[in-house]
């Protein structure tokens, strides 16, 4: 599978953007997908996942309640809504995909074999 992450932007604080990644191949079905993030002088941290099926999702506790992932099969896309933005949002933002061979979370990075290319997010004061 290949994905392609779009959507990024610049957004006041308070606002709103939603994020896809479009994925290539007949097997998207059967991939988790995660967003990370990275900001400037850090690491790449994790936002939010979403099992295969679409039935589970599991987030950071700093985007908690204002981010919401979900993914259209049928579609071969996932998204990632992000409300009530803040500064601190703005960082480079990933896309994901690993195996779905269980019912776990990874929030670890090297937990996920196919990363897109990434889109900037800038949330303004």
């Known amino acids: 599978v290949q994905l392609q992450a779009s959507g990024g932007g610049l957004v006041q604080a308070g606002g709103s953007l939603r994020l896809s990644c479009a994925a290539s191949?007949?097997?998207?079905?059967?991939?988790?997908m995660g967003w990370f993030r990275q900001a400037p002088g850090k690491e790449r941290e994790f936002v939010a996942a979403?099992?295969?099926?679409?039935?589970?999702?599991y987030y950071a506790n700093s985007v908690k309640g204002r981010f919401t992932i979900s993914r259209d099969n049928a579609k071969n896309t996932v998204y990632l809504q992000m409300n009530s933005l803040k500064p601190e949002d703005t960082a480079v933002y990933y896309c994901?995909?690993?195996?779905?061979?269980?019912?776990?979370?990874?929030?670890?990075?090297?937990?996920?074999?196919?990363w897109g290319q990434g889109t900037q997010v800038t949330v303004s004061s």
């Open positions: 994901a995909a690993r195996s779905g061979s269980d019912s776990l979370f990874y929030t670890r990075a090297y937990d996920y074999r196919v």
């Open positions: 191949g007949r097997t998207f079905s059967s991939y988790d």
């Open positions: 979403i099992k295969w099926s679409g039935d589970s999702t």
